[in-house]
C-alpha cells in the first residue's frame, strides 16, 4: 500500500503488525512525474514478499 498519510499508518502498523507492505511519502515533496516515476522503480526493483510487515519511505527510489 502507498500513502502519503504518514502518521496514520505508522499508527496502524502498531497495531497490525502484520501485513502486506506499506511505501510512505510526504506530498508536500513530490511532483506527479517524480512520484510516478519512484513508483515504478519500487515496483520493478522489488517483489510483493520483500515487503511482507515492512514499512519504506518512497524516497529510497527517488531519481
Known amino acids: 500500500m502507498f500513502t502519503f498519510n504518514v502518521k496514520d499508518f505508522l499508527a496502524l502498523v502498531v497495531q497490525y503488525p502484520e ?33 511482507l510487515g515492512q514499512v519504506g519511505w518512497l524516497n529510497r527510489w527517488r531519481s
Request: hydrophobic letters at 45%.
Open 19 to 51: 501485513h502486506s507492505g506499506i511505501i510512505l511519502a510526504a506530498q508536500s515533496s513530490w511532483s506527479l512525474t517524480n512520484l510516478i516515476h519512484a513508483l515504478d522503480r519500487l515496483l520493478q526493483e522489488t517483489t510483493a514478499d520483500t515487503w
